[in-house]
């Protein structure tokens, strides 16, 4: 699986967002250490709270199916920008691994690449619950 297929299976699952209110599609594919692919879109809510974003989407359906390590997401939201994942998608993604690489694509052509360390530097993790309650 090229960046470029990703970032393709991420703007084919873009085309079913759900959208009605901020009319802003994102589309996410996740790629699995074992080769998989899971794509996500956002959902919208007119409870807007409730509105479920591309990249938590794409990560919970994989979850839901038994993965767990994960390469890379790829993310398509503006086609005249790069779209970055809000903070509680960084957070949901970095329990996976900091390792994880994020493709933000304008394009299959025009992307950026990053780790989660770079996007979400001093980060809390399942690493800081290691010791949960004792004295250090
Ligand atoms: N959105 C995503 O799906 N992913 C992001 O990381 C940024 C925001 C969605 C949520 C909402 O449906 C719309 O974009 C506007 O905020």
Redesign the pocket.
């Known amino acids: 699986m090229t960046n470029r297929e990703l970032i393709q299976r991420a703007l084919e699952a873009q085309k079913m967002a759900y959208?009605p209110y901020?009319e802003?599609p994102?589309g996410a594919a996740v790629l699995t250490t074992s080769g998989k692919v899971y794509t996500g879109c956002?959902i919208?809510n007119a409870s807007f709270g409730a509105?479920n974003?591309?990249?938590r989407t794409a990560l919970f359906k994989a979850i839901s199916e038994g993965e767990k390590e994960f390469d890379i997401i790829a993310i398509v939201?503006d086609p005249k920008a790069f779209?970055?994942?809000?903070g509680i998608?960084r957070q949901v993604l970095v329990e996976f691994g900091l390792e994880i690489k994020v493709i933000l694509a304008k394009s299959v052509e025009q992307y950026k690449e990053y780790t989660m360390e770079e996007i979400l530097p001093l980060s809390f993790t399942p690493k800081d619950l290691e010791n949960k309650g004792g004295s250090a």
Do not use: L
């Open positions: 959208v901020s802003f994102v956002n919208e509105t974003c591309a990249e939201g779209t970055a994942p809000c998608c």
